[in-house]
């Protein structure tokens, strides 16, 4: 008899999520989450993003705060706010596509952050 999907729901005080499960990749993913170990966890929070149209062009604008976590001791090792913006091409809603700028260079800055950490003696 099949199994209906269920939903996992993981929280912690930053984040929450959805996670729903068929029951064919119930068993993949957790015998991935299993198999997963770490010495640090890197949380994300979205701080803000936001088109700010008080000038022309307008301006897109992304902040994001980044922890890293020990996994033995549960204890914040690091952590950084990183803010970045892009001025939009157009006024319309395909200006937005700055919004993908930001991302990018965000992320870039987020890799760095934990390659630099990581990097460091310890």
Known sequence: MRQPNRTI?????RTSSFVSLGCAAENLVQAALASVAGDLR???????LQQEFTTVPSRVRLT?????????TRRVVA?????????????????????????QRVLVQVGAFCADWTAMPK
């Open 64 to 72: 994001l705060r980044a922890v890293l976590i020990d996994t033995t």
């Open 79 to 103: 952590t950084r706010e990183i803010d970045a913006e892009a001025t939009s091409r157009t006024e319309e809603p395909t200006g937005g596509v700055a919004a993908n700028q930001v991302v």
């Open 42 to 48: 890197l949380e994300t929070e979205l701080v803000r």
């Open 9 to 13: 729901f993981e929280s912690d005080a």
